[in-house]
T-cell receptor, first 113, second 112 residues
Framework: DADVTQTPRNRITKTGKRIMLECSQT?????MYWYRQDPGLGLRLIYY???????NKGEISDGYSVSRQAQAKFSLSLESAIPNQTALYFC????????????FGPGTRLLVL | QKEVEQNSGPLSVPEGAIASLNCTYS??????FFWYRQYSGKSPELIMS????GDKEDGRFTAQLNKASQYVSLLIRDSQPSDSATYLC????????????FGTGTKLQVIP
């Protein structure tokens, strides 16, 4: 089984709809992240969480919110989806320590019409 | 100036050749450096990490770090068609958040 899972894997929605992307991990990591990836722009951090009670904005948090329901679960919500939120979304996890790497989920491809 | 810069490519090399991928970064206090491979439509997967100046080898991959020049590279020896992917350079800065910044990636094409 995959260590980091994301649901759904693909989603088509309409402008103005609220949607939630979910991430679960079995790696036992405390730290979880949400990124979006757009062609030519690379991976950009939306939100990150170092533990259940710690939520922080990344570089592009406007229009998004998150919930850390448990150590293993981190959800990303688009309150009112807009077309420029069409992107590939990745969840990632990492352990503690200055040299810990990030491990990515399989991604969610979102299309906002 | 971008925090982490990579040539977008595509970089085309013949099968069996050495592929050289380069990355420069702007934050002099960066401590940790990573190379991820990403196949089209898939998630990034870690290939190499390097923390000290010099070379680090793992199989056909060698990461090279020069902190004075703020430069990190990835060499792939005996390139295979299966190495065709986008390679992302990532740099971690010290501090409370330990921010990781990703480059936009270099697309590598290995020609059979």
């Amino acid at each position: 089984d995959a260590d980091v899972t994301q649901t759904p894997r693909n989603r088509i929605t309409k402008t103005g709809k609220r949607i939630m992307l979910e991430c679960s991990q079995t790696k036992g990591h405390d730290r979880m992240y949400w990124y979006r990836q757009d062609p030519g722009l690379g991976l950009r951090l939306i939100y990150y969480s170092f533990d259940v009670k710690d939520i922080n904005k990344g570089e592009i948090s406007d229009g998004y919110s998150v919930s850390r329901q448990a150590q293993a679960k981190f959800s990303l919500s688009l309150e009112s989806a807009i077309p420029n939120q069409t992107a590939l979304y990745f969840c990632a996890t990492s352990g503690q320590g200055s040299q810990e790497t990030q491990y990515f989920g399989p991604g969610t491809r979102l299309l906002v019409l | 100036q971008k925090e982490v810069e990579q040539n977008s490519g595509p970089l085309s090399v013949p099968e069996g050749a050495i592929a050289s991928l380069n990355c420069t970064y702007s934050d002099r206090v960066s401590q940790s450096f990573f190379w991820y491979r990403q196949y089209s439509g898939k998630s990034p997967e870690l290939i190499m990490s390097i923390y000290s100046n010099g070379d680090k080898e793992d199989g056909r991959f060698t990461a090279q770090l020069n902190k004075a020049s703020q430069y990190v590279s990835l060499l792939i020896r005996d390139s295979q068609p299966s190495d065709s992917a986008t390679y992302l350079c990532a740099v971690k800065s010290p501090g409370g958040y330990q921010k990781v910044t990703f480059g936009t990636g270099t697309k590598l094409q290995v020609i059979p």
